[in-house]
């Protein structure tokens, strides 16, 4: 049994600990109503503009634009977004073990797989596997999607595309549908207009649309810019969720530490009060002896 004093030690450590991870907590909750913001309001925009030129592909009304073209698939570029930073939950295990499936089901069907990864811990995970390719890594991006510093990762995956370098770029994230659940996703970000089997019923779009000046000028304007939209509302999607899954993460090592503190408290004052009993045990054996 540990001495009172041993008691003492961890109680302290363990409410040393318990401090951090509630000021953790509190940090990740303020981040993730910021990256919650982000997320939601560009949601309505990013899924009306997927509706529009989903149709618009099915309609052939792309005049053959370079990011709509479909093509049997023999090279894929995969884009994994992770985290910098650990004590996320499993946050991160998710998008691994999806990665991990991605990446079997193309060496089965002869599929050349290039990753970029976004994040510090899928850069160290994607980089110890065997026999991939992983093509750049980004690490500290800002929080905001408009800053000048994505530029280099969209212009990569634009670039590789319309030079047909790949035939698919994929993504690889966390998707947000509330503070307490979060689900990893691929989504197909290029060709544009592509959407699942699953989806096709649920897009709606006006039934006449109108060019102007011409479909072809419309869409080089426009495709780019929706690309980029897409890449940054997805990882505003993942930020959020990473965020609400570090949040419960330090609520539960709170809680956690809470119990073991109660716990060892409770095992200090059992054995101070064996102490104290020995303690009188001995007085009055002395007593009676001298008597």
Do not use: W
Not at 67 to 92: M, P, W
């Amino acid at each position: 049994m540990a001495s009172v004093q041993q008691l003492k030690n961890r109680i302290r450590s363990v409410n040393s600990t318990k401090q951090i991870t509630k000021a953790m907590q509190l940090v990740a909750a303020s981040k993730m109503r910021r990256a919650i913001d982000r997320a939601v309001s560009a949601h309505n925009y990013i899924y009306a503009a997927r509706d529009l030129f989903v149709y618009l592909s099915n309609i052939c009304h792309t005049g053959g634009h370079i990011l709509f073209k479909r093509r049997e698939i023999k090279q894929r570029l995969l884009i994994l977004v992770s985290s910098d930073t650990g004590l996320a939950g499993a946050y991160n295990s998710n998008v691994f073990r999806k990665y991990l499936a991605e990446l079997k089901h193309d060496k089965e069907y002869g599929i050349v797989t290039d990753t970029l990864v976004i994040g510090r811990k899928g850069s160290r995970f994607a980089t110890r596997l065997d026999n991939n390719n992983v093509i750049g890594a980004y690490e500290r991006l800002p929080e905001n999607p408009a800053h000048a510093e994505f530029s280099g990762l969209i212009n990569t995956i634009l670039d590789g595309y319309k030079t047909e370098k790949y035939d698919a770029v994929d993504i690889i994230y966390t998707k947000f549908n509330s503070s307490i659940s979060q689900e990893v996703e691929v989504r197909r970000l290029l060709p544009m207009g592509y959407v699942s089997d699953e989806e096709a019923g649920q897009v709606e779009v006006a039934e006449y649309i109108k060019f102007e000046p011409r479909p072809g000028e419309v869409l080089d304007f426009v495709a780019d810019r929706l690309a980029n939209a897409n890449i940054a509302h997805f990882l505003s999607e993942s930020l959020a969720s990473e965020y609400s899954m570090r949040m419960m993460a330090m609520k539960n090592a709170t809680d956690n530490a809470s119990f073991l503190s109660d716990d060892l408290t409770l095992a200090m004052n059992k054995e101070r009060q064996a102490a104290i009993t020995q303690e009188l045990s001995e007085i009055s054996a002395g007593a009676e002896a001298i008597v």
